[in-house]
């Protein structure tokens, strides 16, 4: 099982997300590279060098600078026409897994690290530091990071055919949903204990900016703790909007204004919410996709169908696995609430109900949906899919005209 991620990690991992990283360490290769060539160039010999065209890396560099410079640039306006179309065709919130698509940061990162490579290389020759040896082992370097980007540009092409679609967009949110789920079903407390309401402390720790919060350090709500026998109560969970007047935990009286300070930096606020630890962020996104598209002007049923879809695989991670034992907390003194299958259902289900309730078709396609999720696991979502059910059928009696289908959506209702 994964642990639940630490700051340091979660901080860590959105910065390698970025594309400079890999363009940055594409410049560190090519000074790595040109020192290389100056430390080695004594090992070849002049002959055999001049015999393979060692010559010749002063014209490559100059044509690989000048052409991935204008791919550097047209990639850019790829990505940024993609999200463009990813906020006002789908939804804003599903903009920020666009920015940080692997396959795209992967391209944008090599052809402009591959400039950055030629322009250092370029520099490098200019110094005539370099025999011919030394230019062989610059040419060699070329000739790799020119694989590079062959490689690149091929997987490249195949992505453009899908940046920033529906159904692209629809795939990475349902990706980015289930792995919170997952990490959530497996550690339902984030590594602490259930909580005790009636043995709650009663002093609350306060937010200290208007926000949501995007992580939790149980970590560090341990350290805080120090040696003293105490305990901690986590009163929000990410995803949670907070404000001054927010309780984000309740400690004992007895806390130091230190350890007070350290509370309140293990909950990370922020002015978004984040998709790591807030699996009902990525269901409200899918479903935010599928009220897009059900509006008269959009008529896209097609479209929410396909969000149904995705958000049942996306719930069904929620089913516990029988064969997994359970997991010792790892922060035995950290109370923190676990998440609501009713606001599971509710974030996913409610607004398409609301949206499509005109709409016979994603009627029954919800219907059949809750039907699915309580076949699959009765104890887990039986009561939630029947509230969801019945929601359902209001929406379809009050919006549909037709009493067929009327009837159609009710007779699927969970009873």
């Given at each position: 099982?994964?642990?639940?991620?630490?700051r340091?990690?979660?901080?860590?991992?959105?910065?390698?997300?970025?594309?400079?990283?890999?363009?940055?360490?594409?410049?560190?290769?090519?000074?790595?590279?040109a020192?290389?060539a100056?430390?080695?160039?004594?090992?070849?010999?002049?002959?055999?060098?001049?015999?393979?065209?060692?010559?010749?890396?002063g014209?490559?560099?100059?044509?690989?600078?000048?052409?991935?410079?204008?791919?550097?640039?047209?990639?850019?306006?790829?990505?940024v026409?993609?999200?463009?179309?990813?906020?006002?065709g789908?939804?804003?919130r599903?903009?920020?897994?666009?920015?940080?698509?692997?396959?795209?940061?992967?391209?944008?990162?090599?052809?402009?690290?591959?400039?950055?490579?030629s322009v250092?290389?370029i520099?490098?020759?200019?110094?005539?530091l370099?025999?011919p040896?030394?230019?062989?082992?610059?040419?060699?370097?070329?000739?790799?990071?020119?694989?590079?980007?062959?490689?690149?540009l091929?997987?490249?092409?195949?992505?453009?055919?899908?940046?920033?679609?529906?159904g692209?967009?629809?795939?990475?949110?349902e990706?980015?949903a289930?792995?919170a789920?997952?990490?959530r079903?497996?550690?339902?407390?984030?590594?602490?204990?259930?909580?005790d309401?009636?043995?709650r402390?009663?002093?609350?720790?306060?937010?200290?900016?208007i926000g949501?919060?995007?992580?939790?350090d149980?970590?560090?709500?341990?350290?805080?703790?120090?040696?003293?026998?105490?305990?901690?109560?986590?009163?929000?969970l990410?995803?949670?909007?907070?404000?001054?007047?927010t309780?984000?935990?309740?400690?004992?009286?007895?806390?130091?204004?230190?350890?007070?300070?350290?509370?309140?930096?293990?909950?990370l606020?922020?002015?978004d919410?984040?998709w790591?630890?807030?699996?009902?962020?990525?269901?409200?996104?899918?479903?935010?996709i599928?009220?897009k598209?059900l509006?008269?002007?959009?008529a896209?049923?097609?479209?929410?169908?396909?969000?149904?879809?995705?958000?049942?695989?996306?719930?069904?991670?929620?089913?516990?696995?029988?064969?997994?034992?359970?997991?010792?907390?790892e922060?035995?003194?950290?109370r923190?609430?676990?998440l609501?299958?009713?606001?599971?259902i509710?974030d996913f289900?409610?607004?398409?109900?609301r949206?499509?309730?005109?709409?016979?078709q994603v009627?029954?396609?919800?219907?059949?949906?809750?039907?699915?999720?309580?076949s699959?696991?009765?104890e887990?979502?039986?009561?939630?899919?029947?509230?969801a059910?019945i929601?359902?059928?209001?929406?379809?009696?009050f919006?549909?005209?037709?009493?067929?289908?009327?009837?159609?959506?009710?007779?699927?209702?969970?009873?």
């Open positions: 099982m994964k642990t639940v991620m630490p340091w990690r979660l901080i860590l991992s959105r910065t390698l997300r970025q594309a400079w990283v890999r363009a940055a360490l594409y410049c560190v290769g090519g000074v790595l590279a020192l290389v100056w430390r080695f160039q004594f090992h070849v010999e002049e002959n055999f060098a001049l015999s393979v065209g060692a010559d010749a890396v014209n490559v560099l100059s044509i690989l600078a000048s052409s991935m410079l204008t791919v550097t640039t047209f990639s850019l306006t790829v990505l026409n993609a999200l463009g179309a990813a906020s006002s789908v939804t804003p599903a903009t920020i897994l666009w920015s940080e698509d692997r396959r795209a940061h992967d391209a944008l990162a090599t052809f402009l690290g591959a400039f950055l490579f250092v290389g520099v490098a020759l200019s110094t005539r370099y025999g040896g030394g230019r062989l082992v610059m040419l060699g370097a070329t000739v790799v990071v020119i694989g590079l980007i062959v490689v690149t091929l997987r490249w092409m195949q992505q453009l055919t899908r940046f920033g679609r529906v692209e967009t629809i795939r990475l949110v990706q980015a289930a792995q789920l997952r990490c079903r497996d550690q339902p407390h984030l590594g602490g204990i259930p909580p309401p009636a043995h402390h009663a002093r609350p720790v306060l937010a200290d900016r949501y919060i995007q992580h939790v149980l970590a560090v709500l341990t350290r805080a703790l120090g040696g003293r026998d105490a305990m901690l109560d986590v009163a929000v990410p995803g949670a909007f907070v404000h001054a007047a309780p984000l935990a309740f400690v004992d009286p007895e806390m130091e204004a230190a350890a007070l300070a350290a509370v309140r930096r293990a909950f606020i922020a002015d919410r984040a790591e630890q807030d699996p009902r962020f990525g269901l409200s996104v899918l479903a935010e599928g009220s598209a509006p008269p002007t959009a896209d049923y097609g479209t929410a169908i396909a969000v149904i879809g995705a958000g049942l695989r996306v719930l069904s991670e929620w089913i516990p696995d029988p064969d997994r034992p359970p997991r010792e907390p922060h035995p003194r950290i923190v609430p676990a609501s299958t009713d606001d599971l509710a289900f409610h607004p398409l109900a949206e499509g309730g005109g709409i016979v009627g029954v396609r919800l219907q059949k949906g809750l039907a699915a999720l309580r699959m696991s009765p887990c979502f039986s009561a939630a899919a029947a509230r059910s929601l359902v059928t209001e929406h379809a009696g919006a549909l005209l037709v009493p067929s289908e009327k009837a159609a959506v009710e007779a699927l209702t969970l009873r």
